[in-house]
Every structure is written in C-alpha cells, then in structure tokens.
C-alpha cells in the first residue's frame, strides 16, 4: 500500500520561498509519474509540477522557472521548491502518484492526473500574503 504525507506549507509574504516534501511508503509500478498538484476552494484542482521514473519532468506555465521539482530516492522523499511565490499561488498543494503515467507522459500526467491519480496525500496549506 502506498502513502503520501506532505509537509513543509505555510504561510509567507509575496516574493518569499518555501520547499514542501512528500514522504513516500510503499512501492509504485516501475512506470510511474509523482508529482503536486493544488486546488483552491471552487475551482479545479491543477498540476504543478510531475517528474517520472525517468527523471522527465513537466511544469505548469505559471510556475516555470519559480518552482523546482527534486526527489530523494534514497530516502524516499519528493519536494517541491517554491521561489518568488505570488498570492495567486496560495492553495492546498497535494502529492500525488500514478502507475503508469496518464498516457504514459509527465505532460499528460500534469494536465489531466487530477482525474485519475491512484495516490494522494492529504495535503499542506499554502498562503502567500501580499
């Protein structure tokens, strides 16, 4: 059985960083894609960032090039650094796993995983003042 547990949320002004990890139990396919997503109240949840059992990675336009998606693999953790966050950015971020990926890509995986990932976390708060 896999589990996902994130931490690392918080609440930090506009231009401000934050690194969340994913704590991972239990073993995926050896195809698999992991990666955040993150939702605000009434709107859809959305993909931020999806890496691969390649090391492929995706990211949505609005967090290219601010976010950095990186895994342990020793130590079985995924993060996720967040630099110069933007109160658009503010939302619950959840971990998330699929095996194998959405259309066997992490592009596919970001833009429709939300509808199909096989794991989740709970989730971590994320709040950027402006």
């Known amino acids: 059985q896999v589990r996902l547990v994130e931490s690392g949320g918080g609440s930090v002004q506009t231009g401000g960083s934050l690194r969340l990890s994913c704590a991972v139990s239990g073993r995926f396919g050896s195809a698999y894609c992991i990666g955040w997503f993150r939702q605000v109240p009434e709107k859809e949840r959305e993909g931020v960032a999806i890496t691969n059992n390649f090391g492929q990675i995706s990211y949505a336009d609005s967090v290219k090039g601010r976010f950095t998606i990186s895994r342990d693999d020793a130590k079985k953790i995924l993060y996720l650094q967040m630099n110069d966050l933007k109160p658009e950015d503010t939302a619950m971020y959840y971990c998330?796993?699929?095996?194998?990926?959405?259309?066997?890509?992490?592009?596919?995986?970001?833009?429709?995983?939300?509808?199909?990932?096989?794991?989740w976390g709970e989730g971590t708060q994320v709040t950027i003042s402006s």
């Open positions: 998330a796993a699929i095996s194998p990926c959405v259309g066997g890509t992490t592009d596919d995986t970001l833009r429709v995983g939300m509808y199909s990932m096989d794991y």
